[in-house]
């Protein structure tokens, strides 16, 4: 028998449930996103240009290879979003030691600068969620995240976090 929690059967949910779990996940990121969005406007930037400065944060010295595996995007994509972060002085690019044809990525101060006041404002409204919902639920949150990513890209989330560690 599915075990119940809060009135609702965890093994077996209606669709209104789901649809209702689908529409919270929409609003929830667009209120994840609502802070950095409004920073970056006043930059002329946008997501993409956000999800590039995170995982270069992330991960210095990221081949541009390796941010495109991440992000999922087209090459033209992304040297499009580099070359405006790096003409900006967000985003310094160094041909690699081993291996010439790389480029490697890192933020500059200015970089680092916008991209703690981006990671700021998410942290802060994560913080207050999980405080909010208790410490069950951030498990069971990271739990259901992982368990709608795509196996290959779990395994990718978690080879990001293991180097971050």
């Known amino acids: 028998m599915a075990e119940v929690k809060g009135g609702e059967a965890l ?5 209104e449930q789901l649809r209702q779990g689908i529409e919270a996940m929409f609003f929830a990121y667009r209120g994840f996103t609502a802070d950095p969005d409004r920073i970056l406007e006043t930059m002329a930037y946008g ?6 400065i995170h995982f270069i944060a992330r991960s210095p010295g990221t081949t541009v290879n390796n941010l495109l595996a991440i992000l999922g995007v087209t090459k033209q994509s992304l040297n499009r979003v580099l070359r405006t972060l790096i003409e900006d002085g967000l985003v310094e690019s160094r041909v690699g030691t081993r291996d010439k044809r790389e480029r490697h990525l890192y933020l500059t101060e200015e970089g680092e600068t916008l991209e703690r006041k981006l990671s700021d404002a998410q942290r802060a409204r994560m913080r207050a969620a999980f405080r909010a919902a208790g410490p069950d639920a951030v498990t069971g949150f990271r739990q259901v995240l992982e368990a709608m990513m795509d196996s290959d890209m779990r395994r990718r989330y978690h080879a990001i976090r293991e180097a971050g560690t």
Not at 11 to 15: Q, R, S
């Open 11 to 15: 093994l077996f949910l209606t669709d």
């Open 47 to 52: 997501r993409a240009h956000h999800r590039a």
